[in-house]
């Protein structure tokens, strides 16, 4: 039950089981499969962006190439990050 002390709520929660602490980790994996995803569709439409300027001659081959490869290595970066979050949460959880 809620305790009100004039100042702030508290509220009693009681310690995460293992099963529960199971169910948080398959719901992080989730939302980083989710982030991965989102990530990847950013990168194919940047890269469709990049074809379309190439089509309409607006910039040569090899920049598209070029712009092509940084857009993979961000789109790794990125990745990256989300798995080394990932770690440090379900590290965190079932702890």
Known sequence: TPQNDGKCV???LPPLTQERRGELVK???KL???FRVAVRNE???AIEKVKK???EKLISEDMRKKAET???KLT???IKKIDEILALKEKE???
Do not use: F, G, M, N
């Open 43 to 45: 990168r194919r439409d």
């Open 32 to 34: 980083a499969e989710d």
């Open 27 to 29: 719901v992080a994996h």
């Open 10 to 12: 508290r509220l009693t």
């Open 53 to 55: 300027s190439e089509k």
């Open 70 to 72: 940084d857009i993979q």
């Open 93 to 95: 959880i079932r702890e």
């Open 76 to 78: 790794d970066q990125h």
